[in-house]
């Protein structure tokens, strides 16, 4: 993506969830963008922070919760439990994603193969599944043959 289509996305991405385009939440959007892998709200703050020496981390929190909460960035659940936030450009149609623990980066995973398990579960309990939360951790391709590159998270 180059700086004009990433600066028109921004735009018309915030302006569809309804949300006023200011300059601290865009660089938060901004932020998460440049990046290939995921971050923790911390790392979002500090980076954030280079632009705009006045925001605050309450006001990162709050925007990447707006903007998860539009479907526009994607939460990863580290196996640790701590909440890390991705800008997948793949957009907010239902996919799943293949984190590596390593060095972050992620990996879209469009075919949804759970639909077959929900029916199987569907049939074993006689219930209703209105969604599900799948997510894979791993180590990528690339971690597995530099075991050099990794670093620890
Ligand atoms: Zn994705
Ligand atoms: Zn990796
Ligand atoms: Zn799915």
């Not at 300059?23 to 790392?43: D, N």
């Not at 659940?77 to 997948?88: K, M, N, W």
Request: proline residues 4%; contains cysteine.
């Amino acid at each position: 993506m180059n700086q004009d289509t990433m600066n028109r996305g921004f735009s018309a991405i915030m302006k569809e969830l309804g949300l006023k385009e200011t300059p601290k939440r865009r660089a938060v959007l901004e932020v998460l963008a440049e990046q290939h892998g995921f971050l923790s709200p911390e790392e979002v703050w500090r980076a954030a922070r280079v632009r705009f020496k006045t925001i605050g981390l309450p006001t990162v929190y709050r925007n990447l919760e707006e903007l998860a909460a539009g479907g526009v960035i994607s939460t990863i659940i580290h196996p640790s439990r701590q909440l890390y936030y991705y800008f997948c450009t793949t957009g907010s149609g239902h996919h799943h994603h293949f984190i590596c623990t390593s060095c972050r980066r992620v990996e879209d995973i469009p075919e949804c193969t759970v639909a077959a398990m929900e029916q199987d579960i569907i049939t074993r309990t006689g219930g209703r599944i209105t969604s599900h939360i799948v997510q894979f951790n791993g180590l990528c391709r690339h971690c597995l043959t530099d075991p050099n590159k990794r670093i620890t998270t």
